[in-house]
């Protein structure tokens, strides 16, 4: 493994720990972890949603970040639960991570979720007709363009990947996130060429995402914020979808200060107005038909 992945992924480790020091999840959330939804050893979730809750809710699919190298669903469990405390049930997932496992490995997985999520809407409390999905970092580029599949047919061909029956996608959080996978094209990042490999240019179209939204596309929450590296995909993203028949709607949050997906952190300042925010356009796309 290059040496450099393996400094990103004890600097995020270092960054994690210390963001999350002390916090627990809160009482009124039912907390499950350890679920499989598939056989590889990476293959688990976890589940939250509040306690009390006696019907389906509307659930959200979380894909959690890390450069495609790192991070995992225990990272992400203060903020899922967060979510969950505003009405949700939260699927928060692990998928397969580069290098052990490149490109479309993570989409494949969620598919899998999906499968799961249908096969266990009872038990869970999980409205499999009104469907979220929320990512940031990179989880954010693997839930726009899973949302491509979903929504493109000839995509999901190209891909190999085809959602399946009994569930409805209402719309999606993507939180400071890059969007376009043609980057991957002469990209000198050791992680992107981590999870596309060296020689991207032999994935071809499936690289071509953003060619494939429509105005089939679900309605799209993006955020970023003046410290978020990745400011600069925000605005270009959501305009966009809106040229493409769909609706998107972009908001910045906090200065300078405020860093790439600090939204996650439950002491940032501003992360309670993004999450507020973002759940309250997915409540606005509930459909009970």
Known sequence: MD??????????ARSDKKRDAGLTIPE???????????????????????????????????????????????VY??????????????????????????FPAPLEDTNAVMEWAIRNKNEFFIDTDNIFIVGDSAGAQLAS????????????????????????????????????????????????????TKKPEKFGKMLRVLDYINADYPPAFLISSPGDFLLSHCEPMARLINERGGTAEYRIYGDERTGHVFHVDMRDPYSNAANDDETEFFKKHLSYV
């Open 145 to 196: 363009q899973y949302a491509a599949i979903c929504t493109s047919p000839e995509y999901a061909d190209i891909m190999g990947i085809h959602p399946p029956q009994g569930f409805k996608l209402r719309a999606l959080g993507l939180n400071c996130g890059m969007y376009d996978t043609s980057m991957a094209l002469g990209e000198k990042n050791p992680a992107i060429s981590a999870y596309f």
């Open 28 to 74: 009124d959330v039912t907390y499950i972890s350890g679920l499989k939804y598939a056989g590889g050893p990476e293959n688990d979730l976890h589940v939250a949603y509040p306690k009390g809750a006696g019907s389906p809710l509307p659930t959200i699919i979380s894909f959690h970040g890390g450069g495609y190298v790192y991070g995992s669903a225990d």
């Open 77 to 102: 469990k203060y903020y899922c639960a967060s979510l969950a405390r505003r009405g949700f049930t939260v699927v928060n997932f692990n998928y397969r991570l580069a290098p052990d496992c490149i």
């Open 3 to 12: 040496i450099q992945v393996l400094l990103f992924r004890k600097g995020c």
